[in-house]
């Protein structure tokens, strides 16, 4: 290949590849899509916040009786099993309920085994429970810890936002059910404009951004910058 056909190539590939990295899009203004689409299989999901927090397995929580120290716990952790482990009332349920129901719950028990109007306190120290997985065409791949509430965009950004060769509109949300694992599909630059749902995380889902191998190609070309750059460099000394 001529130097000239050469470095007319690789300017024309730098440009197409920085043309790749463009400007976001505008967003909508105005309300943002709640509505799933199920035709995209995003029907179980959802962008209401839980107004209320259920215990789950792997949280970590602390149980204070006030001045009575034997039975007060900085940190529990919710066994597998859903249970806790209190003095004397042994293990005790604690998943599925509310901090404040299991605070009566143990209140309740407190005071039957003997212990005189008993005040206790539960709060929750660690979501533990909340994790969620994100891989493909992002930054920084892994499983992230997340705090209730938040949302698919918010994966995405745990990891780093989305690598440049990332292919935006195929960015699919694995999902534990009841009847199995569901899959949906959603548009990265869509949630962004708010003209798509950006639904609310559960714990255990896992996140797959998907690539485009076009961009792919150019990330490639781009690498390679240097030893194309030495390369014309050094053939325009003869």
């Given at each position: 290949?001529?130097r ?32 799933p ?5 995003q029907g179980?999901?959802?962008?209401q ?30 066994g ?12 005790i ?15 309740r028990r ?24 994100v891989?493909?065409?992002v ?15 918010a994966?995405?950004?745990l ?24 899959v ?7 949630i ?13 889902d ?12 150019y990330?490639?070309?781009?690498k ?15």
């Amino acid at each position: 290949m001529s130097r000239k056909r050469l470095a007319t190539w690789f300017a024309l590939a730098s440009g197409f590849s920085l043309a790749a990295c463009g400007s976001t899009p505008e967003p909508v203004i105005g309300m943002a899509a709640v509505a799933p689409d199920a035709a995209l299989g995003q029907g179980i999901y959802s962008q209401q916040r839980p107004q209320t927090y259920l215990l789950r397995p792997a949280d970590e929580i602390s149980v204070n009786v006030f001045r009575e120290p034997d039975f007060t716990m900085s940190s529990l952790r919710i066994g597998v099993e859903g249970n806790v482990s209190i003095p004397l009332l042994g293990s005790i349920p604690a998943a599925g309920m509310t901090a404040k129901q299991f605070e009566e719950d143990v209140t309740r028990r407190l005071a039957a085994v003997g212990l005189k109007t008993p005040t206790v306190s539960v709060n929750i120290v660690q979501y533990s429970s909340h994790f969620v997985t994100v891989e493909g065409a992002v930054e920084k791949p892994g499983v992230y810890a997340f705090q209730p509430g938040a949302r698919l965009s918010a994966a995405v950004a745990l990891a780093s936002g989305p690598k440049q060769t990332a292919k935006l509109d195929q960015v699919a949300v694995f999902r534990d059910t009841p009847e199995g694992i569901m899959v949906a599909k959603f548009d990265h630059s869509a949630i962004s404009t708010g003209a798509m749902l950006d639904p609310v995380l559960q714990p255990g889902d896992r996140v797959v951004m998907g690539t485009n191998g076009l961009s792919v190609f150019y990330q490639d070309l781009l690498k390679a910058a240097p030893a194309f750059g030495a390369f014309v460099l050094a053939t325009t000394r003869f």
